[in-house]
């Protein structure tokens, strides 16, 4: 029986981690939920599966739930609350696993306590490993913590790639990695409409149901961009070895192609449970709910390049990658502050990828050495894209 703490219980990977844990209840016990806000739905999970912790992340939401659960059928749940409480619960004797799937920076330190500590860590949240890099995937190693990956296309990686690719010797075996992308709701849109986007159209994605913040990140391709950084740091690979293939059927996940000629690709329905399934059951396998893929559905697959005029913030994460340091740090944290401001409205589609750019040319890079300063970067990016908004003067 292993213990399971979900950080970002509430959200769309959180709340798909629940289906799958709740359909292996001999497998797996449900230990931690946090959610930041939603308390609603973090007591109905409560009520559903009945934790030993539940964690409110914000501390002005946090007394209201307190009292919901004192007066209910579950009050012997021990509720905390604030950031600190989500690293309390990350690192718990009682948890083997940890579902990471806190959207943005705000999962960094809770999901690196979870590595530090040697849990197993189920990664949904990129944004975490690509502000950290190095640091992350050291943190890893030097505990022995197994590090499973639930983007849908670096869990179909993982699937494809060589046993032990993580000691870099059967990592010669691979040619390069085939990154799919659906290329989101307007790869086909002209490019001069582009800037009309709305926040109501860009989180309507063709394919998957996921967060809002995600959701426009699939439409501009940052999505894309950091999971780019994301594969060469989970499978030791350089940038050039990553190929972005826009895929709009989302059938096949993603693809490693090997010196021998042999292409190995992942298929399914699009569906998260598959690859939190995978990594919950790893090195097993069971069963996660999604529809099994009826390949006579799969009328026809198409692949092509992407279109780096349509998709700028593709090249913004190649060129972060590139000068590396702590320029991806500040790439995500850029794009953080970019896409909040896109949904509150306060700035056009178009205008994400050159308010990135301009954080990126004016935070000077420094070598990620060590926590305190990828944090002094992420905080340094986030102020100076908030003045290019500011000047932005709409
Ligand atoms: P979501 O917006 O649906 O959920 C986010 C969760 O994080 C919620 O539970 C929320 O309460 C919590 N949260 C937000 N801010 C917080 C804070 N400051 N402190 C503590 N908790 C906070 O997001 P999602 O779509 O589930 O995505 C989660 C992560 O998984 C993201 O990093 C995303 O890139 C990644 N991911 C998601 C999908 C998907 O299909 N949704 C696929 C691949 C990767
Ligand atoms: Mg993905």
Redesign the pocket.
């Known amino acids: 029986m292993k213990g399971l703490c979900i950080?970002?219980?509430?959200?769309?990977?959180?709340v798909s981690t629940l289906d799958v844990a709740a359909r292996h209840p001999h497998l797996y016990k449900v230990v931690a939920l946090?959610?930041?806000?939603?308390i609603d739905v973090l007591f109905d999970q409560c009520l559903a599966h009945q934790p030993q912790y539940a964690v409110v992340?914000?501390e002005s939401k946090a007394q209201e739930f307190k009292n919901k659960i004192a007066s209910s059928t579950v009050s012997d749940i021990k509720v905390l609350s604030g950031?600190k409480a989500?690293e309390e619960v990350a690192t718990l004797d009682e948890v083997d696993s940890v579902m990471a799937?806190?959207?943005?920076a705000?999962?960094l330190l809770p999901t690196l306590a979870a590595a530090k500590a040697g849990k197993t860590v189920l990664l949904?949240?990129?944004?975490a490993l690509v502000m950290s890099g190095d640091i992350f995937m050291s943190a890893v190693s030097e505990s022995g913590a197994h590090l499973l990956p639930?983007?849908?296309e670096h869990n179909a990686i993982f699937q494809c790639m060589p046993a032990h690719y993580e000691t870099g010797t059967d990592g010669k075996q691979v040619r390069r990695i085939l990154l799919t992308a659906s290329g989101g709701p307007f790869r086909e849109m002209p490019i001069e409409k582009m800037v009309d986007v709305t926040p109501e159209q860009a989180v309507a994605h063709p394919n998957?149901?996921?967060?809002?913040?995600?959701s426009v990140?699939s439409a501009t391709m940052m999505?894309k961009g950091l999971e780019m950084i994301e594969a060469c740091l989970l499978f030791n690979m350089s940038p050039d070895q990553i190929q972005v293939v826009i895929h709009p059927q989302s059938v096949i996940h993603s693809m490693v192609d090997y010196v021998d000629g042999t292409v190995l690709a992942q298929m399914g329905n699009p569906d998260?449970r598959i690859p939190i399934a995978h990594a919950m059951a790893w090195p097993e396998r069971f069963e996660s709910g999604a529809k099994p893929l009826n390949i006579f559905d799969v009328k026809r697959m198409d692949f092509e390049e992407p279109n780096l005029e349509r998709f700028p913030c593709l090249r913004l994460a190649y060129k972060a990658i590139n000068a590396g340091g702590t320029m991806p740090t500040v790439l995500n944290a850029a794009n953080e502050i970019a896409v909040e401001a896109f949904l509150n409205r306060e700035i056009k589609f178009t205008d994400i990828p050159v308010i990135i750019e301009k954080a990126m040319d004016s935070v000077p890079v420094f070598s990620a050495g060590n926590l305190e300063v990828i944090l002094e970067h992420d905080g340094k990016a986030r102020e100076t894209a908030k003045h290019i908004i500011a000047e932005l003067n709409y």
Do not use: F, P, Y
Request: proline share 0%; aromatic share 2%; charged share 20%.
């Open positions: 950080l970002g219980a509430t959200g769309s990977i959180g946090t959610a930041n806000s939603n992340a914000d950031a989500l799937a806190i959207v943005g705000a999962g949904a949240n990129k944004e639930i983007d849908s998957w149901d996921m967060g809002k913040k995600i990140d999505n998260m």
